[in-house]
């Protein structure tokens, strides 16, 4: 990696952080609606895997999609304004926090249905193999919570049965909203649940990003040269409730301190002054940076219109198809036009 | 024009669609190596070769699921599910993801996706393999729901589908498969999506119908025709979009109406069919449109019964008669 390549993936990870933090706040304001699902700790799972994958690997994942939008490459101004349900947002204010994505960069969501977009990945990678995009991996992400449900079971199957470039990662933080794994789950450890498919598997550290970038690029290769399915647990920890409305009566302080000595940005931020990549100077120059990024966000989602009522009828189907029903309101306002 | 029957009206389409477009493949439980539980697959798997008519698990979720996934990627999925009572079990996938992706990323999501599955009873499955509940599919925006009634249709309309860039539930009546018709030849012969249509005119009284009670409707009218009553038949062929502009041209020629329909009265096509004529005609009322309908109740295994609560000719005949003699 050039220094430059370092600089870019710390503050990446500044940038998914202060996000979170800035969405916290916009949330509590009133200024976003509905549910919010924070990412803050997990970041060195998406930018480690996200600095390693290619433009032609798919991603998808599950409604704690912020950190994932903007490792996908997403401009934080466009998940900003899609938090505040406004226009530029990137699904033009109809999807919210849960449902982000950029299909012109290979992100596919943002899914609310635990373990539904499962499925979905094994069809993803299903069209890459039936078009012979041989070089494409479909990567995608569920939480611990995910794999107790049916579709992680039929999803992960099929995938091993048709031998499809599908790396499954499990970003275990612990916790399936307020059930811990060892009270949701019969094994401990998640990646045992690929063994009842003959699937690779393995489980790894996803505080430190250096250590997810390898071990991914690894895995990775073994699958672009026709190794099928690999199942990667990652341990990770979020420091926050599962969303904004978790009161955490289920941990106590102490261990969400455990972990926070751990942090996956501070743990990045030693290893680049020990290993003299960058000075604190340098990196808190980068914070700045990011602090200013997600400021301008603020700013263009703000300013962003909302999206209006024509598009209320917008996007039901991809072809011209008729509408059944306006609403009373609308009906009526339009037999009076 | 081609007499054939429904079953191969139906594989005839796919068929076609297949060798037009590398983008077209099927897959579901037995539609490869056995050739289809209907037999509408006979045939393939040796043609088109395992790539293109793929054997699943019996694992619904998994089916719908990664049908929904090619499709994203730009294929055009024809996915089996071998009734529709199975469909239930990827209840999630047909509802909450295939009719919301493209609305709930505002279009960067297309579908072109078709999901085949047969409804209705009458064939002794008992009350778990027999149901008739296109009606719940119907009701939600994003999908597009499809039931034909005759060979020409069935052909027509499942080309249609799978051109389509959205999803499509396409559901067949297996009690139907070896109902036969005249099919027009060519393979860019197609028959619009949510367009009603009708199938026998009248002017006494119109009754509203679709897959297989529009061959009870017509059979009823043969039979209100000797008693010197021309019944109009309009069939929906679509659930969603609903396309009412046939029915309601016909009733306000009639002034009176019957919808028949497979399934259960409560909350159901008829239930809709009828407040829309009251809706969009209720000046041009001479009498109660009547709905014809399933018994509420789980159909039973034993043959009497079943008959006993399912719809029949002899109902529809009778409804139209009292709406037609008050």
């Known amino acids: 990696m050039e220094k430059q390549e370092y600089l870019d993936l710390y503050r990446e990870m500044v940038v998914i952080r202060r996000l979170e933090e800035r969405a916290a706040e916009l949330y509590q304001q009133g200024k976003i609606g509905g549910f919010l699902h924070l990412y803050i700790g997990q970041e060195a799972v998406c930018a480690g895997i996200g600095s390693v994958r290619q433009p032609q690997d798919r991603i998808i994942t599950a409604y704690r999609d912020h950190g994932w939008a903007i490792s996908a490459g997403m401009d934080p101004k466009v998940v900003m ?29 943002g899914h609310a249905i635990v373990g539904a977009h499962i499925p979905i990945a094994t069809g993803l990678a299903l069209g890459d193999h039936y078009q012979e995009n041989d070089d494409a991996i479909t990567i995608c992400m569920f939480g611990d919570g995910a794999t107790n449900i049916g579709f992680f079971h039929e999803g992960l199957n099929l995938s091993k049965v048709w031998n499809l470039p599908v790396l499954w990662v499990c970003e275990n933080n612990q916790y399936g909203m307020g059930t811990a794994v060892e009270r949701a789950s019969a094994v401990s450890e998640i990646r045992q649940k690929a063994e009842g498919y003959g699937m690779p598997n393995d489980r790894i550290d996803g505080m430190d990003v250096m250590n997810v970038r390898e071990q991914v690029a690894r895995v990775m290769e073994e699958i672009r040269n026709g190794g099928g399915p690999h199942l990667l647990e990652i341990m990770t920890y979020r420091y926050r409730g599962h969303s904004m409305g978790d009161p955490e009566r289920y941990r106590n302080k102490e261990e969400v301190k455990k972990w926070e000595d751990e942090d996956p940005i501070g743990v990045f931020r030693k290893y680049l002054v020990k290993e003299g990549v960058a000075s604190d100077e340098v990196l808190d120059e980068q914070d700045d940076l990011a602090e200013k990024i997600i400021e301008e966000a603020v700013e263009f989602a703000e300013a962003s219109p909302n999206p209006g009522k024509d598009l209320l009828f917008e996007h039901i189907y991809a072809e011209e198809t008729s509408i059944e029903y306006r609403g009373y309101r609308l009906e009526n306002e339009s037999e009076e036009n | 024009m081609a007499r054939m029957t429904m079953r191969e009206a139906i594989s005839q389409a796919l068929w076609e669609e297949m060798e037009r477009d590398e983008r077209v493949f099927i897959q579901g439980e037995e539609v490869g190596v056995w050739g289809g539980t209907y037999a509408v697959t006979k045939g393939f798997y040796d043609h088109f070769g395992e790539k293109r008519v793929r054997d699943t698990p019996i694992a619904e979720t998994a089916i719908i699921g990664s049908a929904i996934g090619a499709a994203l990627t730009g294929l055009r999925p024809v996915a089996e599910l071998m009734t529709i009572n199975f469909a239930f079990v990827a209840m999630d996938h047909i509802v909450n993801e295939a009719a919301k992706l493209h609305y709930m990323f505002a279009g960067q999501f297309k579908l072109p996706l078709v999901i085949r599955a047969t409804s209705g009873g009458g064939r002794q499955l008992a009350a778990t393999h027999s149901q008739t509940p296109d009606a719940i599919f119907a009701h939600f925006p994003g999908l ?183």
């Open chain 1, 81 to 109: 304004a899609e938090l505040l349900g406004k226009k530029d947002g990137c699904s033009m204010g109809k999807g919210g926090s849960m449902h982000m994505a950029d299909t012109s960069l290979n992100f596919w969501g």
């Open chain 2, 144 to 326: 597009k729901v499809v039931s034909p009634g005759t060979p020409a249709d069935a052909k027509g309309l499942l080309k249609s589908a799978i051109r389509s860039d959205d999803p499509v539930l396409f559901i067949e009546n297996a009690t139907l498969y070896q109902t036969r018709g005249e099919v027009p030849e060519g393979v860019d012969v197609l028959e619009p999506l949510g367009k009603s249509k009708v199938q026998r005119e009248g002017d006494a009284v119109t009754i509203v119908a679709y897959s297989k009670m529009v061959q009870a409707a017509l059979q009823a009218a043969d039979m209100l025709a000797e008693d010197g009553i021309e019944a109009e038949v309009v069939d929906l062929r679509s659930l969603r979009p609903l396309d009412m502009d046939p029915v309601i041209e016909s009733f306000k020629r009639t002034n009176r109406a019957v919808v028949a329909e497979e399934g259960w009265r409560s909350y159901g096509i008829g239930a809709e069919v009828s407040a829309r004529i009251y809706e969009l005609a209720f000046d041009y009322v001479d009498a109660p449109v009547k709905r014809v309908a399933q018994a509420e109740v789980p159909l039973p295994y034993n043959a009497e019964l079943e008959q006993l609560a399912l719809p029949q000719t002899e109902d529809i005949y009778r409804a139209a008669k009292e709406v037609v003699n008050g």
